[in-house]
């Protein structure tokens, strides 16, 4: 038995690493941003005790300005964003996203 979904579903994800691999190796431009949504009480979800309370069960961020120490992994990206001008360090395992999108390319993709 063939797995479309199980395939379709991996290769939605390769692009989000491509993209992602992109923003870090050439930054941001042309007024592209990436709002990505993932459920923050995910397994392989790690941020601090006081946003997993703020945001229990979904939490969308925004990729635009401000974000630093952008890494790819295999499993998860980690990054750094700006909450109340408190840098936090985000660990957002891929199996935890389920949509991402950039308003400005008008490009998006629910996962």
Do not use: C
């Not at 290769?11 to 993209?19: A, D, G, H, R, T």
């Not at 790819?72 to 840098?87: G, R």
């Amino acid at each position: 038995m063939i797995e479309y979904q199980k395939i379709l579903d991996s290769n939605i994800l390769n692009v989000l690493k491509e993209i992602l691999k992109n923003i870090r190796d050439k930054g941001l431009s042309n007024n592209n941003h990436l709002y990505i949504t993932f459920f923050t009480n995910h397994k392989n979800v790690e941020l601090p005790n006081w946003l997993k309370q703020k945001y229990p069960e979904e939490m969308t961020i925004v990729i635009q300005y401000e974000f630093y120490d952008l890494e790819v992994f295999k499993d998860y990206f980690s990054i750094v964003l700006s909450f109340n001008n408190l840098k936090t360090k985000l660990k957002i395992g891929f199996d935890s996203i389920n949509s991402f999108a950039d308003p400005s390319a008008n490009f998006g993709l629910q996962l």
